[in-house]
């Protein structure tokens, strides 16, 4: 499948075949598509949970006003970011020259001191991998759900999050056993496109 078409085909699903699951050579192999994704820096800050238990998706849907695509989907992917990952700088650059890797961990040091630039960051890195997530398992025959509403509080305490990761998104995964919603109302091309300034 081209991308264009699995972006044209990805549509938010809310209701899955309960039966049919991912093995964990699929799951692994979604996941490690998704981690292709860019970072700022090559941080990576993303931190994800494959979610899989009944029990675990179940205290999840709980937690998201008992969203019921949360406990029939075979997995949830909860996506968290660690908004410190940046201070691990030499890390990200570790297959570099020690001269670069100096120079890179110099560069990313000053750039993330901003307490908002670190959470901005976080949530950006997250959300592209969420979206990579997306296209991929639209690829492999997966039906695919993004979803922020839920508790983040509780959803923290459920996965045992460390305190001062961020959760970005959970995304379902599964087959789906009901189409989409038709597109409830796309925005003009010109309303939301400009050329070479915003007016
Ligand atoms: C960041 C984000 C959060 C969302 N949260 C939820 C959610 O909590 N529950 C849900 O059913 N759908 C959720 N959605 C799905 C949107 O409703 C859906 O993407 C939108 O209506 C467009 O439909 P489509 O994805 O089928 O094109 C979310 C989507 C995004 C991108």
């Not at 081209?2 to 209701?15: H, M, N, Y």
């Not at 075949?17 to 090559?42: C, G, K, V, Y």
């Not at 931190?47 to 075979?74: F, M, Y």
């Not at 379902?172 to 309303?191: I, L």
Request: contains cysteine.
């Amino acid at each position: 499948m081209k991308v264009s078409e699995a972006l044209l085909k990805r549509r938010s699903i809310k209701a899955y075949d309960t039966e049919i699951t991912l093995s964990e050579d699929e799951i692994r192999t979604l996941l490690s598509l998704a981690l292709e994704t860019p970072s700022s820096f090559n941080i990576q800050h993303w931190r994800l949970c494959a979610v899989t238990d009944p029990g675990v998706r179940k205290q999840i849907s709980e937690a998201a006003w008992n969203q019921a695509h949360l406990r029939e989907a075979p997995l949830v992917v909860a996506i968290a970011a660690d908004p410190k990952a940046w201070k691990d700088a030499e890390r990200y650059w570790r297959n570099s020259s020690p001269e670069v890797q100096a120079k890179m961990a110099g560069m990313i040091r000053q750039f993330y001191q901003e307490e908002r630039l670190q959470r901005d960051e976080a949530i950006r890195s997250g959300s592209l991998l969420a979206m990579s997530l997306m296209l991929a398992a639209t690829e492999r025959g997966w039906d695919t759900c993004p979803m922020i509403g839920f508790d983040p509080v509780k959803v923290k305490q459920i996965l045992a999050m460390p305190e001062d990761w961020i959760p970005v998104m959970l995304v379902t995964v599964g087959k789906g056993v009901k189409p989409a919603h038709p597109k409830s109302g796309q925005m003009p091309y010109e309303e939301i496109v400009f050329r070479d300034s915003f007016v």
